[in-house]
């Protein structure tokens, strides 16, 4: 069962991350931390997250894109 957040009835919130993952998350550097935030915690879409940012769509895309591949392989991290 999810949890609903206060801002409407229609979204959800996300998961809470397990310490692994949180781990992982909190070795990402800002800019990573800040783009998964708007797009993934906040349930934005990359045009949402661009215009809340003040960054164009294209920029956006690749911080997503380059956040991911840092996040997957601070998971597979030993240690």
Do not use: D
């Not at 919130?13 to 070795?27: G, K, N, T």
């Not at 934005?44 to 690749?62: D, I, M, T």
Request: charged letters at 25%; proline letters at 6%.
């Amino acid at each position: 069962m999810a949890l609903r957040t206060g801002k409407s009835a229609g979204q959800m919130a996300p998961a809470p991350m397990h310490e692994p993952a949180a781990r992982a998350f909190r070795s990402l550097s800002w800019a990573h931390r800040e783009i998964l935030t708007e797009t993934y915690f906040r349930r934005r879409s990359v045009n949402e997250a661009a215009a809340s940012l003040g960054l164009p769509v294209e920029v956006v895309k690749a911080r997503v894109y380059h956040a991911l591949r840092a996040l997957r392989e601070a998971c597979e991290a030993p240690g």
